[in-house]
């Protein structure tokens, strides 16, 4: 992902620790532990919606029995939160992102490969979405300007947010 965009959200990692621009095995949280493993359940899931994606759109991926996740990032927005037009561009691989939304529904943007400017395709993303991005689209700027206000899903309690969980290949090996 890369800045140069504004970041409200809380985030960490599964599988790699993210730290801006560049994965990394062990994470910052002042013991350097390793990061937090990576479900397999998840990428099962992921797998799955991938290959529904390429049904509908085989642009998306040359090669979705072959993708094979390694690393989630999960994002949470509090009230007020946002996340700025950026590429996710760290990974090594080319393989789809795919994105997970719980909670309160997100303003989630997705623009063009040139820059953060128009033209774009502004989409609502609900409690329960998927949302794959592959192919021409992988290396778009995207980005999540708002969160719709009282638009929180009541079935996750009353606190207000979103939960965004982005899976990917990062090709960077063991």
């Known amino acids: 992902m890369r800045n140069g965009s504004s970041m409200s959200v809380a985030m960490f990692g599964l599988g790699w620790h993210w730290y801006p621009y560049r994965y990394s095995r062990t994470r910052d949280d002042g013991d350097g532990g390793p990061a937090l493993a990576f479900p397999t359940w998840l990428g099962d899931l992921s797998h799955r919606a991938v ?6 759109d085989p642009s998306i991926s040359d090669d ?4 094979a996740p390694d690393v ?3 994002n949470w927005y509090g009230p007020g939160s946002k996340m700025g037009m950026h590429v996710d561009s760290e990974e090594i691989s080319p393989a789809p992102v795919v994105s997970f939304s719980v909670g309160q529904t997100g303003l989630f943007r997705i623009g063009n490969v040139a ?11 609900e409690s329960g979405d998927v949302i794959v991005f592959g192919g021409p689209a992988r290396l778009a ?3 999540v300007p708002r969160l719709i206000p009282d638009a929180d ?15 990917r290949e990062t090709g960077l090996g063991a």
């Not at 290959?51 to 509908?56: E, F, I």
């Not at 979705?64 to 993708?67: A, D, H, K, R």
């Open 51 to 56: 290959a529904d994606a390429v049904v509908m």
């Open 64 to 67: 979705p029995e072959g993708f």
């Open 72 to 74: 989630a990032l999960v």
């Open 115 to 125: 820059s953060r400017g128009r033209p774009w395709v502004d989409v609502l993303l």
């Open 141 to 143: 700027y995207h980005g």
């Open 153 to 167: 899903d009541r079935e996750l309690g009353t606190m207000a947010g979103r939960l965004n969980v982005t899976v």
